[in-house]
């Protein structure tokens, strides 16, 4: 592919190898994505910052630390993190000091964290270089990446169609070859549902598994951030680097980190070994209706295929998913009205002081500042809360969620190893296309929003295509089996290696680099 | 009693006031309620002690000050309440710009501590406050009004200091058990010898770090239901406190007389024109929106947790009263010293310096010379006036209880020792050593009958000259003898003379 050569075509991993051999250096690296980000976004707006100075200085310095590896022996340089060097892209909600922290919204435009998220201090101690931060749904609320106050970002499978949400720049930049690895944060399917739609690799880790300080709050009992990645030894190692307790968050799980996350198998035979004698289920509950039907033909091709590997596959019940979607849109709004609260003028971001006193202050920076899917949100969530529709709303959601959790539960108490089906209904939808119902964007989740109450761990992987645009397989694992569910995804992997659709690459990455190509936002307004 | 006091004396023949009062402490930690800021801030330039989390900045997260539970588990202790083996935090959802999340982390379901008591002296007699609750919470950020920015056009400006934003405050609620505005300081006095004894809080009323709030109302003796409700705030002192009370008393007691409507407000207490006034309406009350905190996990308490926090728990005032009464002091002296931190520390260190000292000895000196001494020169770290020592103290004080001294000279000597320190060795060894031996000062008497022939003569007489035979064996020793021991001896010698 003419426009996809040298180091950006490469996986992490083995850039890593090429760097620590000598063939090149963090700063080539930096470079080549940097160049590649500048010159493929206009058409695709995966990014809001590329901080090209920030970014090669971190490179210099990963540099200047492998040299004193290198000099001290091979001890020190295996001491390295296997993304040592490596490029990464920040989801706009994770503070970098001194950097813009937008979180997609007009509230916080102007707003530049004075300090460090734990992850950001996580990504540089390892010597993770970052490149910038991507567009996303304002404050992560949606799941097509509409919702951004800065315009849209496109799919690069095809420039029509959204990348999913609300991760969706993190998705696509990676999806797009701006950066092999990228950040993302998943509520109820932020990371998995964008992975499932650009065809790559997302994790949402068990809920404490990564410190949510210094990200922009959505949903705090249900926020968690994760790895995107083209293929899961990538998405492995970048979850290894940011797991961990953290004192500073109080949800954050003292659990020791799986280390097994950097030694997944290399060879694709020896990875779908592991398969053999484990036990899957595919809850019957995902097969959502209307749901696409080749969508349903992948899913089935893949459980197909981990059994043909000496997996054991069973059909499950989750007999609560029907629950999900209602009881997470009242936990997850109510949450939000008050995580939103601080965004009201007086110490950041976008202020407006023309009322006549602090009320009317209010009313307008919060009125212009926030876009309409925020305001629902808030405004569902406020009501949720509010005296005489409490116990209605929000305590019966709570009772809900326990028992959407025990769903689970029982699986997994029955030897279940990880659960198996679709990360999404449906595959990338057009621009628009469930823009004026917001009942249909939210079921795009129905698969995924029940993990995020249960607190689980959970993975998409590409399965294949249905009418060319990529599908996604997740797999749902028990608290704390990450370790497990890479193994899982890697063994799909290694099972898949050799199928046809692994070998298609976005339709549209072509496009990207030509001149002329109208932004997202421009391309829609001339529809 | 004061006139509007006395006033409200006699409208409570007819009325029934009910009074709750809840009171907001400031809780002495180290650090912030939920961040690593330092409290220590007073003083200090605005916005200089804070940090993201208690500036409200995106993905800030709270973490739990473990010093601020204990001392609300120590207070909820000190009150007998009971404390849950599970406590949660919620959020306290409303908008005003000094509260820079727009929520309150407090806790709302379930209190750090419930249902405790605490025992008052008023003039009526003992009388028992029902606590219904203890909780921690976070203090709001600081707003100083109508000040203009420099070099800004705006006219009226706000500005927020965020120093005070975060400090742990502990809110206490009783029932609404009380009658009388007298209940009411004397409630607001105990609780806050009590918060100083355990060390949770300074609980200086001025400086804001206790401030009470009332809420007042009136029914007809004899009927149950509660009339209509008034929230009196801006009460800087007991006495305001007391007369604040006092004063919606009389006022609510002088509406329903008059047959006009209450309403449910809240009134500022105006201290230079000794009144309430209307601060806003309460009609439409606010909606919380609580919910539980997601970002702090529930808190577990254990037996264990709560069993160290009793065992380091000092003696209460309460209990210290009781055993001073015990001692030998008068009620009064007790409170008086019990009430002064000061006078406790003195009273405390002088007794464990002179185990055999009658306590009424020390506590006169404790609350008069002592407490004049440490007003002017303060209290030290032995525990004692200026310069002095409890050890030296407890010498001159046990020399005067047995006599071996004379009081005035024994006062002297206390003066002395609590003007500069001077040993009560030294002190003493100015005075004639003879004090209270029999020897020495019969050696002193016969001195002075030898230098006396004819005083002598006079007793033989039958003249009463025994008054002079002591007043000069006094003058001999310096004031040192014991008077009564003298007149003795001196009556023993001359009717040996005789
Ligand atoms: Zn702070």
Redesign the pocket.
Known sequence: MADLQGLTQLFAHEMAARLRSGETTAREIAEAHLARAHATDHGLHAWLTIDDERALAEADAADATLAGARAEGPDALAALHPLHGMPVALKDLVSVKGGQCTAGSRILEGYRAPYDAHITERLRAVGVVILGKTNMDEFAMGSSCEHSAFGPTANPWDLERVPGGSSGGSAASVAAFQTPLSIGTDTGGSIRQPAALCGIVGMKPTYGRVSRYGIVAFASSLDQIGPFARDVRDAAALLHAVSGRDERDSTSAPEPVAEDLVNLPASDDEAASWLRGKRFGVPREYFVEGMEPGVAAAIRTAVADLERAGATVEEVSLPHTDYGLASYYIVAPAEASANLARYDGVRFGHAVTDGADYLADYLVTRGSGFGPEVKRRVMLGTYALSAGYYDAFYLKALKVRTLIKRDFDVLFDAGFDALVGPTSPDVAFRFGAKLADPVKMYLSDACTLPVNMAGLPGISIPCGLSEGLPVGLQLIGPAWSEGVLMRAARAYEGVTASADWRRVRPHDLAKLAGAGLPTPAERIASR | MTATAERAGGVLERYEAVIGIEIHCQLRTVS?M????STQYDGAAPNT???????GLPGALPVINRAAVEHVIATGLAIGASIPARTQWERKNYFYPDLPKGYQISQYAIPLAANGRLAIETSAGLFTVDITRAHLEEDTAKLAHGDVVPGSTAGRTTLVDFNR??APLMEIVTEPCIRTAEQARRYAEELQLVLRAIGVSDADMERGQMRVEANVSLRVRGTQPFGTRVEVKNMNSFRSVERAIAFEIERQAAALDAGEPLWMETRGWDDGRQATYHMRSKETSEDYRYFPEPDLPPLRVDEAWIEAVRAGLPELPAARRERYVAAGITPYDAAVIVADPGMTGAFEAISAAAASLPAKEIANFVSGMHARAAKSAGINDRGTAGASDPASIAVLLSAIADGSIGRPIGRDLLDRHLADGTPAADLLATVASTISDDAALLGHIDAVIAANPKAVADHRAGKPVAGFFVGQVMRATGGAADAAKVTALVRQRLDAEG
């Open positions: 912030k939920f961040c690593a800021c002690h804070c940090c993201p989390t208690c500036l934003s975060g």
